[in-house]
Structure formats: C-alpha cells, structure tokens
T-cell receptor, first 110, second 114 residues
C-alpha cells in the first residue's frame, strides 16, 4: 500500500463547477500536510498547507481528518487556469521526510 | 528574485559517463533535497540535507551522491549513470527543518541515459 494515495483522475469538469479531491495517508505519525499544484512537467508549487481546523484560500478549501487519515481539497467555481495536477503531500517530522502522492489531474473545459 | 536554479535543464548522456546536476538557491535555506519524478510513481526523494555538511538518504539513493559544502549549493552526482536513472529531477529548498515549510522547487532537469 502506498503511503499517500490519490485518485489519478483525470477529473473533467466544466468551468464554474465545484470539484473535490481526496487523499489518504497511511502513517498516523504524519504531522504536516500540503496540497501542491503541478503544471505539465513543470515544478510543483505550494497551493496551500492543510491545518487540523481546515483552511480556506479564496476558491480553495482544504480539510484534514486525522482520525480517518485523509485530506481533501475543494475547488469552487473552477477556472480554465485550474487545469493542472494536484499533489497531496504528507510530512513526518520524525523522519524529516515528505511523501508525495502521484497526483490527481484536473481538466477544466469551457 | 527568490529562486532555485538547476543546470542543465536537459541532458542526454550514455551509460557510465559521470555527470553532475547543479542546484543553487538564493533564499538562505537550510534544508535542500533532490527528487526524481517518474510516471505513476510520483516524486520520490533521493537525498536531503539539513544544513552544510549534513546529508542523508531519502527513499531512492542508490546510484546517486550529493554534497553540501556551501549552504546555497547542493549538487547531485551520478557516478555511473544507467538507463533506469532516466527521469525528471527536481531540486528543492526550504526553511529550517524542511518538511513543515513550503518547498521551493527548481525548474527540473530532464535526464535521458542511453
């Protein structure tokens, strides 16, 4: 079983749609959680950190459920520019290790 | 401009010919790391460094070496490249302990070993 699992997609949605991605992690000692965005074969860039209380940044909302060991990302009012691969990333401070999911691909169409 | 730079961006080489991929950051970050990205496998950590002269293995260190003689530089060395090292490589840097903070990635190096 992979340490971080994501549905690879692709998720095909029209502009304006709301779309949600989930990510599960296996290591209960994980302590930091992030969503990164990666455009085609370019470097990943931080989209948002994920906090236990949940957090929102404009159209993006991230949630963490420690009991069930999953993280979610909700994108509202999708834009064409949201088309990208979204990487779920989990960190374990004890081992100084970041584990990346394989990513979920989102395609937003006009 | 705060950035991580990598060179070369593209490299085609032959099996066994030693190569070095350079990585440099201008943000005074303590933590630096190297990843490789392969289809279906995601980003996997090769080596990381908590600070100058402190390096440690990641998940896939076999066939790679690193050094951290200066804070800003973290080169990746392939002493004897093999075709299974064909991949997209990213260098990243971060503040302090690293994994609790945003990782800043370089633009990537696409390596092909024939």
């Amino acid at each position: 079983r992979k340490e971080v699992e994501q549905d690879p997609g692709p998720f095909n949605v029209p502009e304006g749609a709301t779309v949600a991605f989930n990510c599960t992690y296996s290591n209960s000692a994980s302590q930091s959680f992030f969503w990164y965005r990666q455009d085609c074969r370019k470097e990943p860039k931080l989209l948002m950190s994920v906090y236990s209380s949940g957090n929102e940044d404009g159209r993006f909302t991230a949630q963490l459920n420690r009991a069930s060991q999953y993280i979610s990302l909700l994108i509202r009012d999708s834009k064409l520019s949201d088309s990208a691969t979204y990487l779920c990333v989990v960190g374990n401070t004890g081992f100084q290790k970041l584990v990346f999911g394989t990513g979920t691909r989102l395609l937003v169409s006009p | 401009e705060a950035q991580v730079t990598q060179n070369p961006r593209y490299l085609i080489t032959v099996t066994g010919k030693k190569l070095t991929v350079t990585c440099s950051q201008n943000m005074n970050h303590e933590y630096m790391s190297w990843y490789r990205q392969d289809p279906g496998l995601g980003l996997r950590q090769i080596y990381y460094s908590m600070n100058v002269e402190v390096t440690d293995k990641g998940d896939v260190p076999e066939g790679y070496k690193v050094s951290r003689k200066e804070k800003r530089n973290f080169p990746l060395i392939l002493e004897s490249p093999s075709p299974n090292q064909t991949s997209l490589y990213f260098c990243a840097s971060s503040r302090a302990s690293g994994i609790g903070y945003e990782q800043y990635f370089g633009p990537g190096t696409r390596l092909t070993v024939t």
